[in-house]
């Protein structure tokens, strides 16, 4: 059964601080692996998605990398703003259609 | 583009009553999912659509929970009857369903259910 991890479950920086979050999946069986952004009753927006293929994915300020042999993914935010504020979800798609989500990351960046 | 629409926003009922969910997919998506998203946890998936046909729907618990999808566009949650760890968010998404190596799910803003 897959089951995935995020590390740290809160963070809180100061403005202008580059910051990584940290994922962590159990099965290394996957054919992508996604970040989305939830921001307080919101539903989630997707911000990155990396097949297995690929090594990284940028969008601006933001960067993800996998490493699926050893089931890992991080996050990059450079230059961290205060709308950056949110919980970021990591998701992997395992080929049953249906994403297996961690518990998220709260990131608060103070001004 | 319209979003996913999903009604209504919050419901607060007792325990043991009934409640249904409503949501609206993005124009053209084939594929339709339901999350359950309890506080401080990722959603976990309760069942997928595709058009009007379940794909998966191994974590609906159905003695109380039910969906359906008419005409392969709209679908409906229901829960009946309710109970109390049944307090959660609940998703809906949905994705153009082509090529699910690279589909991106787009969500709809939850309905909060709380249950008394």
């Known amino acids: 059964k897959q089951e995935v991890t995020q590390i740290p479950a809160a963070l809180s920086v100061p403005e202008g601080e580059n910051l990584v979050l940290n994922c962590s999946f159990t099965d290394s069986a996957i054919y992508n692996l996604q970040w989305f952004r939830q921001d307080p009753g919101k539903g989630l927006t997707s911000l990155l998605l990396i097949q297995s293929s690929q090594r990284e994915q940028t969008s601006g300020r933001l960067n993800a990398s996998l490493d699926k042999s050893s089931g890992r993914s991080t996050l990059y935010i450079a230059a961290s703003q205060p709308g950056d504020s949110a919980t970021y979800l990591c998701a992997v798609f395992t080929g049953r259609r249906a994403l297996t989500f961690g518990s998220g990351t709260r990131l608060q960046v103070q001004p | 583009e319209a979003g996913v629409a999903q009604s209504p926003r919050y419901k607060i009922i007792e325990k043991r009553q009934s409640v249904a969910f409503w949501c609206n997919p993005i124009?053209?998506?084939?594929?339709l999912y339901w999350y359950q998203q309890i506080l401080g946890q990722g959603p976990k998936l309760l069942i997928q659509f595709q058009n009007n046909g379940v794909v998966d729907d191994s974590q609906l618990p159905k003695d109380r929970f039910s969906a359906e999808r008419l005409k392969g566009v709209d679908s409906t949650l229901k829960i009946q009857p309710a109970k109390l760890e049944d307090s959660a968010v609940y998703l809906c998404?949905?994705?153009?369903?082509?090529?699910?190596?690279?589909?991106?799910?787009?969500f709809g803003p939850g309905t909060r259910l709380t249950v008394l």
């Open positions: 124009s053209g998506h084939a594929t």
């Open positions: 998404a949905s994705s153009l369903g082509r090529d699910w190596r690279t589909d991106t799910q787009y």
